[in-house]
């Protein structure tokens, strides 16, 4: 069985992450950009981040059998400090156009604030003028309010529905989203926002069109196996292997694929590990006997 994860933040993961990943049928991941956990203070330390999407992290998940994709966008906490945040927006042009950038986002409000609206509503035009996905970030306060909102502008910008993902969704949010044609992201967290459990349910109720399952793992508490862990649980639980596959997998695919970007043969050919590939000088490797595994990702429906 191969999973897609297509909301992980791996820049805070480990190597051993990576593995276990890949070990549990992850095949391909999508890394939004966002914020650091503290606020960044200058326009340099946005481009290093970016450039660490479209670079490194492609080449360390290269070396664990994983394909690595991204997202670009300026987050809706950093939106806030205008001055820094329309140095940002001038550089976004710059990388959404780059190799493996199958979206802009993760993009919308925190606060709600009239920054954020102004920051998210630009981005959506950029994500209008490349043809790409969008993928947005819902508030986790005041969140049902937020969810609509979100949903409201993107309708006044003129977007199709089925070009946004609308992310970090709960049972408050799901019916609205899919009854204005969005696809539906729900983040699977150990102890807060949604579980597998409750997950598990909501694919129950309101099947598997349109619906999507990431585990948007960071620095803080979260699991990066979220997506095959609730994969598992469905199928224990009574799930037909379709719904699973569906929000496991192909959703993600189908979306994200609209970018030109994210292709199933990307990850279908067989994978080769070198153990001396270097980028810019860095190994990843290091000679552990893992590298010594080939990878053949042959996706059985």
Request: aromatic letters at 8%.
């Amino acid at each position: 069985m191969h999973f897609i994860d297509p909301h992980i933040h791996m820049v805070s993961r480990t190597t051993d992450d990576y593995e276990a990943m890949r070990a549990a049928g992850i095949v391909a991941i999508i890394e939004p950009a966002f914020w650091m956990g503290q606020p960044r203070t200058s326009v340099g330390s946005f481009q290093d981040y970016f450039n660490s999407l479209v670079n490194w992290e492609r080449f360390r998940a290269s070396q664990f059998g994983i394909k690595h994709y991204c997202t670009i966008g300026l987050n809706s906490k950093e939106a806030n400090n205008e001055a820094l945040a329309e140095e940002v927006m001038d550089l976004l042009p710059l990388y959404a156009a780059k190799e493996g950038v199958v979206a802009i986002g993760e993009i919308g409000y925190d606060d709600q604030t009239a920054a954020e609206d102004k920051y998210f509503r630009q981005q959506i035009e950029l994500a209008k003028e490349l043809n790409l996905p969008i993928m947005v970030h819902t508030p986790h306060r005041d969140k049902k309010n937020g969810t609509i909102r979100s949903m409201d502008v993107i309708k006044e910008h003129g977007v199709a529905p089925n070009m946004v993902v609308i992310d970090h969704n709960n049972e408050e949010t799901v019916k609205d989203v899919l009854d204005r044609g969005y696809w539906a992201a729900f983040t699977i967290y150990p102890n807060t926002k949604m579980g597998n459990e409750r997950m598990v349910e909501v694919v129950k109720q309101y099947g598997s069109e349109r619906i999507i399952v990431d585990s948007s793992a960071d620095w803080g508490v979260s699991d990066p196996l979220a997506v095959p862990k609730t994969a598992a649980l469905m199928i224990e639980r009574g799930v037909s292997q379709e719904d699973m596959h569906l929000t496991c997998y192909k959703n993600a695919l189908d979306v994200y694929g609209q970018s030109g970007q994210f292709n199933e043969s990307d990850w279908l050919t067989e994978m080769k590990i070198e153990e001396q590939e270097l980028l810019n000088g860095n190994s990843v490797l290091r000679g552990q006997e893992f590298v010594k595994k080939t990878y053949s990702n042959i996706i059985k429906n």
